[in-house]
């Protein structure tokens, strides 16, 4: 039997209340588990304030549990991890943000869906390949020369998609994309 790719058991995330004068956490996350295994799409849905979010940007490593375990592909990131430790694990899933002006970083389109791979030391003759593969691959490959800014909210999104791909990760995380 494998390995499970992302494993949560009795996750737990609360949020700094300083407003709160007793001691009393308020949770976002409060009792997940859940294990999501190499392959499968998985939805989690609820309603707004739900969590779904906060879980997303846990198994993304930019926030970390309050309480419970999370492993991912069977190293634990709870407690401490070393700088390489945390990018080897970052590189293993990317994710989407919600809203793409959020994660559009470079002026031109080509040079935003490289920004991840050169990041990750991939050499430049392999970007070039993964740029224009990850373009095409979400309809996006003439807007390559453009402005990121002068493009629509959707084309936006794609963009984005297209940076995460270009980083080929083992996850892909779309938080309400």
Do not use: W
């Not at 080897?88 to 899933?93: A, C, K």
């Amino acid at each position: 039997m494998s390995t499970p790719f992302i494993e949560a058991l009795d996750l737990k995330f609360a949020y700094d209340d300083s407003s709160s004068s007793d001691n009393e956490q308020m949770f976002a996350l409060k009792g997940v588990s859940t294990i999501i295994n190499r392959g499968e799409y998985v939805a989690v849905v609820g309603r707004n304030g739900s969590g779904k979010s906060t879980f997303a940007k846990l198994l993304n490593l930019v926030l970390e549990p309050t309480g419970g375990d999370l492993r991912i592909d069977g190293k634990s990131v709870c407690g401490e991890l070393s700088d390489d430790e945390i990018i080897e694990l970052r590189r293993s899933i990317g994710m989407v943000f919600q809203n793409p002006d959020n994660q559009i970083v470079a002026t031109i389109v080509e040079e935003d869906v490289a920004f991840g791979p050169e990041n990750i030391g991939v050499p430049s003759s392999e970007i070039r390949k993964r740029v224009d593969d990850a373009l095409a691959s979400v309809g996006m490959s003439e807007y390559a020369k453009h402005e990121p800014h002068r493009l629509s909210g959707g084309q936006k999104q794609r963009v984005a998609i297209a940076g995460i791909i270009a980083m080929m990760p083992d996850c892909m995380i779309f938080d309400e994309s």
